[in-house]
């Protein structure tokens, strides 16, 4: 019976350097395999040029590489670059590169479907498949850094966990891939240039306030009203405002890190005085800004773009409170790009 080879990224450094010591080797050919696969992005044990012939194939009897594969990729006219990202179980997420004049952004995807329900996301109706590894959310951000870098000539500057699936439903697996996309060993990009997205699941972020993160958290609101939230995204009868307000406090009061608020207005579902006014009263318990996000419609259901002048009066009233709130328009809509409704971050 064949044994299923280990993807060798999920070993620590230390493992790979006992790895090799168990084996016959020096310690010091862990660190250089470690150096290919994050720092240098190895596909394959071949890519590993000054590593042996040899070695390499005890490698390859041993472990495998469980690289991603950009099956297919469309540029938009607005300059948005969306990929569908083949897995090595052929399972397909998708990941999108925002450019501005002065940035370019990730954003990447951390389960393959999503664990959870909101009614007005496409990727809702997929079931999750499964959570992806660190090295497949890694390799999504180093992708976006090369395609940064061939269409626009500059690295990566930002990265949003907005894509498909609910980070803080996985993770153990984003806080490793995070780790290793700010670690000097990998990309070294700054943790405050990565914004972390939930739909707001109170423990989690409070488990993320403890374990004293640096990036930044978003929370797709989208309502301040109990009813209407529940009715949007079902989810979150478990999790009332309450809750994730008390969550958000304490978030605060540990890290000092404002919080983005992402929030689609829709058409007679949250576009009225009653919650405007609700959300108003909810981003005073905690400093924060607001995105107010234009709608991508998936359907021809209760779903619906609010008027222009429904989104004015969401940002007179956010800004005679002193709240920052920006509109967000949709990127990429001539490729359907679904992570650029709630991107474009400043």
Partial sequence: ?????????????????????????????????????????????????????ETRAMLEANFVINHIKVDTLQRSEDGTV???VRLHDDLIVESVLIPTET??????????????????????????????????IYDQVAAIDNESRLYYDRPLSNIVFMGMG??????????????????????????????????????????????EVKFKLAVSLHSAVEEIRNEIMPFTKNFPLTDLRESLEYWYRKTKSKITYE????????????????????????PCKVNLIEYNPIDDGMFQQASNEA?????????KSNI?????????????????????KS
């Fill in 166 to 211: 609910e980070p803080l439903m996985n993770y153990p697996n984003v806080m490793k891939a995070i780790d290793m996309i700010t670690s000097n060993e990998g990309l070294g990009m700054s943790p405050k240039r990565i914004t972390v997205s939930t739909s707001g699941i109170p423990k989690m972020i409070k488990k993320m306030a403890d374990d």
């Fill in 82 to 84: 969306k990929n569908a």
């Fill in 263 to 286: 929030y689609v207005v829709w058409k007679g579902i949250n576009d009225d005085k009653k919650s405007i006014d609700a959300l108003v009263k909810f981003c005073k318990y905690v």
């Fill in 324 to 344: 920052v709130a920006k509109v967000r328009r949709s990127r990429g809509k001539d490729i359907d790009a679904a992570c650029g409704q709630l991107a474009n």
């Fill in 1 to 53: 019976m064949q044994i299923e080879k280990k993807d060798i990224r999920a070993l620590t450094k230390e493992q790979l350097r006992n790895f090799f010591v168990s084996n016959g080797d020096k310690a010091f050919r862990g660190n250089q395999v470690y150096e290919w696969l994050w720092q240098k992005r190895a596909h394959t044990f071949e890519d590993m040029t000054n590593v042996s012939k």
């Fill in 103 to 136: 940035r370019t952004t990730a954003c990447v995807s951390s389960q393959v479907g999503c664990s959870l329900d909101c009614n007005f996301c496409a990727t809702a109706r997929l079931k999750r498949m499964r959570n992806l590894e660190p090295g497949e």
């Fill in 311 to 319: 989104i004015d009066s969401y940002i007179s009233a956010l800004t």
